[in-house]
């Protein structure tokens, strides 16, 4: 998978000169006796999309409510821009949410609900027209700004709080699974708008998700969530290519996960004793690289080659049964039941239309990837 | 379909007579020309004539009137608030007890009412009047425009008040320009519901009544005692025209308002 273009010159997190916008300052949130969030250092820098990653109830939207002041921690310290906002009401904060369900004003027009915010400011009359203006074309609306929230389809209606969350041009803006309601199509032509959107106005936008394909699609960094913790705070492709935990690698994408013994090799790669009988795998272990522990090698489907000869390699090839395929259209997966009953996913894209795909079922292959394909992540 | 089979037929000719025989009768002889109430003498409309030249009834009307509007208003102000504080107020101290204590009214004997603020009235030394019979109508019927609106409240999505403090309400401007206009039609059907209550109750009243504060169950009741006039059922016929009017129009607006939304909903799901 690519990351976005932006990702390759813009990473003020790496500058140690730059300061963030928001900070976390070891904060902990708890419900009574439920701990939502523990002990969460982190910072976001301006301009950055930021996703926060994880399945429901892993916390990422009491972090968001947080920032919008609709919680308040129970220990730690929250600064946006400096400033701490321990006692700032949500109405005097410069951050403006998108809601998970929209929460658009049932009794206004679709104009009137971009222009709330602003005439909650005292900006005049003409300057609030011009802005309001401003916002719905920005998000397509202007035929629609006499219409009711329920005289619009689910899309505009997304689109409208949009407009009226980034109406009063917030340093900050949260979204709350923004595109949860709608569907697949309609999801991806918006995350590429919200990109576009986000870009042009140059704001910082926090999203949260539990959609791995949207995070890694809109966001400059992504959090991956788990039990009120970060686990990692990395760019698409770091998450993606250099998971630091079998959470993560499992979370985003597939992957294929050995269990075996490490041995360090000396020379930065690590083998690992995976099966009786069997030639150790080859890999680089970048979080315990001299250590001898029980691990997990992880690699990617699409990194994973299959073939009917065995190949001239030695290193990292074993043989196995096609057990089932899967054929996707743009790639095939092959599900490959190794010799000690491990399944092993292998990708091949079919990039011709009319390529004989000679592989079948109990065809016996085998499976082959380089020393850098994968990585031994600790448990 | 299912079929009107004779059993069904007979079940709701029965239901809808119980229900509905006795005020047919009170219709039909409320247009007798005989004073006796009994004995049908004829079609006449000289009872509504009678009753409208008797002041004594007038004024109760007034009163009723007066105390009504006065009441309920005062009713549903209150019943919102504690409505409003009792859903979205968070948990503080005592809640439950207290969201107890806005319903157990609902349930008291009105006798017990009645009389407990009796007693309150006269230990404070509250001649008894209009203003006492607002202030015992608005006790028991905010209880009503409580329930009625914190059940609007609960249901209703509470980001939209959220999103208008992420936007710079403060918490009371939020209410008023966002939270109120959303939960208003539980408001007026709050309203509508005390006005009701206050209008057609009277043990209550009869408790806190003075000697010129005469509501009309209470002049009905005690002109009754007296014997059955024809113009009680003359009078009896009007109030029961009123609330069929009204009720017929309500639910005719509300229909029609719900055909149009579903229709506006899925036309903007078919443009799209």
Same mark, same amino acid.
């Given at each position: 998978?690519?990351?976005?273009?932006?990702?390759?010159?813009?990473?003020?997190?790496?500058?140690?000169?730059?300061?963030?916008?928001?900070?976390?300052?070891?904060?902990?949130?708890?419900?009574?006796?439920?701990?939502?969030?523990?002990?969460?250092?982190?910072?976001?820098?301006?301009?950055?999309?930021?996703?926060?990653?994880?399945?429901?109830?892993?916390?990422?939207?009491?972090?968001?409510?947080?920032?919008?002041?609709?919680?308040?921690?129970?220990?730690?310290?929250?600064?946006?821009?400096?400033?701490?906002?321990?006692?700032?009401?949500?109405?005097?904060?410069?951050?403006?949410?998108?809601?998970?369900?929209?929460?658009?004003?049932? =009794?206004?027009?679709?104009?009137?609900?971009?222009?709330?915010?602003?005439?909650?400011?005292?900006?005049?009359?003409?300057?609030?027209?011009?802005?309001?203006?401003?916002?719905?074309?920005?998000?397509?609306?202007?035929?629609?700004?006499?219409?009711?929230?329920?005289?619009?389809?689910?899309?505009?209606?997304?689109?409208?709080?949009?407009?009226?969350?980034?109406?009063?041009?917030?340093?900050?803006?949260?979204?709350?699974?923004?595109?949860?309601?709608?569907?697949?199509?309609?999801?991806?032509?918006?995350?590429?708008?919200?990109?576009?959107?986000?870009?042009?106005?140059?704001?910082?936008?926090?999203?949260?998700?539990?959609?791995?394909?949207?995070?890694?699609?809109?966001?400059?960094?992504?959090?991956?969530?788990? =039990?009120?913790?970060?686990?990692?705070?990395?760019?698409?492709?770091?998450?993606?290519?250099?998971?630091?935990?079998?959470?993560?690698?499992?979370?985003?994408?597939?992957?294929?996960?050995?269990?075996?013994?490490?041995?360090?090799?000396?020379?930065?790669?690590?083998?690992?004793?995976?099966?009786?009988?069997?030639?150790?795998?080859?890999?680089?272990?970048? =979080?315990?690289?001299?250590?001898?522990?029980?691990?997990?090698?992880?690699?990617?489907?699409?990194?994973?080659?299959?073939?009917?000869?065995?190949?001239?390699?030695?290193?990292?090839?074993?043989?196995?049964?096609?057990?089932?395929?899967?054929?996707?259209?743009?790639?095939?997966?092959?599900?490959?039941?190794?010799?000690?009953?491990?399944?092993?996913?292998?990708?091949?894209?079919?990039?011709?239309?009319?390529?004989?795909?000679?592989?079948?079922?109990?065809?016996?292959?085998?499976?082959?990837?380089?020393?850098?394909?994968?990585?031994?992540?600790?448990? | 379909?299912?079929?009107?089979?004779?059993?069904?037929?007979?079940?709701?000719?029965?239901?809808?007579?119980?229900?509905?025989?006795?005020?047919?009768?009170?219709?039909?002889?409320?247009?007798?020309?005989?004073?006796?109430?009994?004995?049908?003498?004829?079609?006449?409309?000289?009872?509504?004539?009678?009753?409208?030249?008797?002041?004594?009834?007038?004024?109760?009307?007034?009163?009723?009137?007066?105390?009504?509007?006065?009441?309920?208003?005062?009713?549903?102000?209150?019943?919102?608030?504690?409505?409003?504080?009792?859903?979205?107020?968070?948990?503080?101290?005592?809640?439950?007890?207290?969201?107890?204590?806005?319903?157990?009214?609902?349930?008291?004997?009105?006798?017990?009412?009645?009389?407990?603020?009796?007693?309150?009235?006269?230990?404070?030394?509250?001649?008894?009047?209009?203003?006492?019979?607002?202030?015992? =109508?608005?006790?028991?019927?905010?209880?009503?425009?409580?329930?009625?609106?914190?059940?609007?409240?609960?249901?209703?999505?509470?980001?939209?008040?959220?999103?208008?403090?992420?936007?710079?309400?403060?918490?009371?401007?939020?209410?008023?320009?966002?939270?109120?206009?959303?939960?208003?039609?539980?408001?007026?059907?709050?309203?509508?519901?005390?006005?009701?209550?206050?209008?057609?109750?009277?043990?209550?009243?009869?408790?806190?009544?003075?000697?010129?504060?005469?509501?009309?169950?209470?002049?009905?009741?005690?002109?009754?005692?007296?014997?059955?006039?024809?113009?009680?059922?003359?009078?009896?016929?009007?109030?029961?025209?009123?609330?069929?009017?009204?009720?017929?129009?309500?639910?005719?607006?509300?229909?029609?308002?719900?055909?149009?939304?579903?229709?506006?909903?899925?036309?903007?799901?078919?443009?799209?």
């Amino acid at each position: 998978m690519n990351q976005p273009a932006v990702s390759s010159t813009f990473e003020p997190w790496t500058d140690p000169q730059e300061t963030p916008l928001i900070s976390f300052k070891s904060v902990t949130k708890k419900f009574g006796t439920f701990t939502a969030i523990n002990d969460v250092t982190l910072d976001i820098y301006r301009q950055e999309f930021f996703a926060l990653l994880g399945p429901s109830g892993c916390g990422k939207t009491t972090l968001m409510r947080m920032l919008g002041g609709f919680e308040t921690p129970t220990e730690g310290v929250i600064t946006i821009d400096g400033k701490d906002m321990a006692n700032i009401p949500p109405n005097k904060r410069a951050v403006n949410m998108m809601f998970q369900s929209y929460a658009l004003f049932p =009794h206004l027009t679709v104009r009137e609900n971009v222009a709330f915010g602003l005439k909650r400011d005292n900006m005049p009359k003409a300057q609030i027209e011009e802005r309001v203006e401003e916002m719905l074309n920005l998000v397509q609306l202007q035929n629609f700004s006499q219409r009711k929230p329920h005289q619009i389809s689910g899309g505009q209606r997304q689109r409208v709080a949009l407009a009226r969350s980034l109406a009063k041009a917030p340093k900050l803006l949260l979204l709350d699974e923004p595109l949860g309601a709608l569907d697949k199509k309609l999801r991806q032509d918006t995350q590429f708008e919200l990109m576009d959107i986000q870009e042009k106005t140059g704001t910082t936008f926090v999203i949260v998700t539990h959609d791995q394909e949207e995070a890694m699609t809109v966001a400059s960094r992504i959090a991956v969530m788990d =039990h009120g913790e970060l686990i990692q705070v990395e760019t698409p492709g770091r998450i993606y290519e250099s998971p630091n935990s079998v959470y993560v690698a499992d979370f985003i994408g597939d992957v294929n996960l050995i269990e075996g013994n490490t041995k360090p090799r000396g020379d930065g790669k690590t083998e690992l004793f995976w099966a009786e009988g069997q030639a150790p795998l080859v890999a680089e272990c970048p =979080h315990a690289p001299d250590v001898e522990a029980r691990c997990t090698f992880a690699i990617r489907p699409e990194k994973v080659n299959i073939s009917k000869e065995r190949p001239d390699t030695q290193i990292n090839v074993v043989q196995g049964k096609i057990h089932d395929i899967a054929y996707l259209g743009n790639i095939s997966t092959y599900k490959v039941e190794l010799p000690n009953g491990t399944m092993v996913k292998a990708q091949t894209a079919n990039n011709r239309r009319l390529a004989r795909r000679d592989l079948t079922w109990d065809d016996d292959v085998w499976l082959s990837w380089t020393e850098t394909a994968g990585i031994v992540l600790d448990q | 379909m299912r079929r009107l089979t004779w059993f069904n037929t007979t079940s709701l000719t029965l239901g809808f007579a119980f229900l509905y025989l006795p005020m047919v009768i009170l219709i039909i002889y409320s247009f007798n020309e005989s004073r006796l109430v009994t004995v049908w003498g004829g079609f006449s409309t000289k009872w509504y004539g009678e009753l409208m030249k008797n002041e004594a009834f007038l004024d109760a009307a007034v009163v009723t009137l007066k105390v009504a509007f006065a009441s309920s208003i005062a009713a549903t102000v209150l019943g919102t608030m504690a409505a409003y504080v009792l859903v979205r107020g968070g948990r503080f101290f005592g809640r439950t007890l207290f969201s107890g204590m806005i319903y157990a009214p609902l349930v008291m004997p009105e006798v017990i009412t009645g009389l407990s603020l009796l007693l309150l009235f006269i230990s404070i030394g509250l001649d008894r009047g209009i203003i006492t019979i607002v202030l015992a =109508h608005t006790t028991f019927s905010m209880c009503y425009v409580s329930v009625v609106v914190s059940s609007r409240l609960v249901s209703f999505d509470r980001s939209v008040e959220e999103a208008a403090l992420d936007l710079g309400c403060t918490p009371f401007d939020a209410f008023r320009s966002v939270t109120l206009p959303i939960i208003a039609p539980a408001v007026i059907s709050g309203w509508l519901l005390a006005l009701t209550l206050s209008l057609d109750d009277l043990v209550i009243s009869s408790f806190v009544a003075g000697p010129s504060s005469t509501t009309l169950p209470i002049k009905i009741f005690s002109s009754v005692r007296l014997g059955v006039s024809p113009e009680i059922n003359a009078l009896s016929t009007i109030l029961i025209g009123l609330v069929t009017i009204g009720t017929i129009s309500a639910s005719l607006a509300s229909k029609r308002a719900v055909k149009k939304r579903q229709q506006e909903e899925q036309m903007a799901e078919q443009a799209a």
